[in-house]
């Protein structure tokens, strides 16, 4: 089954289009609008621990860019990743848990899903989300 678009928390819509790039708002790890997670990343619990809400952040992601297609295209490159991660003072992993959003994209979109990438600390995130993640992307037809 495939994923449901994501519902906006706000006066936002989830993807914009401009020619061929599609920019998505950030998003966090809600399942039928509800966050599976919530709290801040902690040094105390494996990193495997938020795996499923990093994880769904970036299907968000590449459901509201994929929402945005025409029949006859498909997503040619994720050209950035942007992966904001609340984690209490001393946590330093940003980029290890950024990685389990890359390596969704890589599995989904193959070459085209290995983009730039910036894995960004914040003290806190919307609903008290642990993990937030936009994405830029261009369009090609097929």
């Not at 919307?126 to 090609?140: C, D, H, R, W, Y």
Request: proline letters at 6%; hydrophobic letters at 45%.
């Amino acid at each position: 089954m495939a994923p449901t678009q994501p519902v906006p928390q706000g006066n936002y819509v989830p993807a914009n289009r401009d020619n061929n790039l599609i920019h998505t708002a950030g998003m966090t790890p809600r399942h039928q609008g509800k966050l599976i997670m919530t709290g801040r990343v902690s040094t105390a619990r494996p990193l495997n621990d938020y795996r499923e809400a990093v994880e769904l952040a970036a299907t968000n992601a590449i459901t509201a860019a994929k929402g945005l297609l025409q029949s006859n295209e498909q997503l040619k490159q994720v050209i950035a990743m942007t992966v904001y991660v609340a984690a209490e003072e001393g946590f330093t992993a940003h980029s290890k848990l950024a990685d389990f959003a890359s390596n969704l994209l890589a599995a989904e979109l193959g070459e085209a899903g290995i983009s730039s990438r910036a894995a960004v600390g914040v003290y806190s995130l919307p609903g008290n989300a642990p993990v937030e993640i936009s994405i830029l992307a261009s369009v090609q037809a097929v």
